[in-house]
């Protein structure tokens, strides 16, 4: 089985920040690396019509769901979300207990508070054998 070298690096950000977001080309493999570098955390997809429409009319409740964090796949398609992704984790004051957000699509940025992590196609140089 071939691993990427970069699950590492998005456990690094992941042990630091409370929000990690992961960006990279579409078809780049962030879907996969996050789900399995992480894969205590739940899953959602934006894509799906009906989470979207339930995360735009109600954020909170949306968010509410996830005490401990989540995987957001395609949540630059509702970028109010990281106004409330901020509420919550900036409410918290004990790291530990902080929930862990990765956040990811296709195009996309962060704030000051959240770890970058750019996910380039995998190449020779960036797998391993296991």
Do not use: W
Request: hydrophobic residues 40%.
């Amino acid at each position: 089985m071939i691993q990427r070298v970069d699950k590492n690096k998005l456990k690094q950000l992941a042990s630091k920040f409370r929000v990690v977001a992961v960006l990279g080309p579409r078809q780049s493999g962030k879907t996969i690396i996050c789900r399995t570098t992480i894969p205590c955390k739940p899953y959602v997809s934006l894509e799906n019509p009906d989470i979207a429409e339930f995360a735009t009319a109600d954020p909170n409740g949306f968010l509410n769901q996830f005490k401990n964090g989540a995987i957001l796949d395609e949540v630059q398609k509702l970028p109010h979300l990281f106004s409330y992704i901020l509420q919550i984790v900036d409410a918290i004051t004990f790291h530990y207990l902080s929930p862990l957000f990765l956040v990811f699509g296709s195009t996309g940025g962060g704030g000051g508070g959240t770890g970058i992590f750019f996910l380039s196609f995998l190449t020779i140089g960036g797998a391993k054998r296991t």
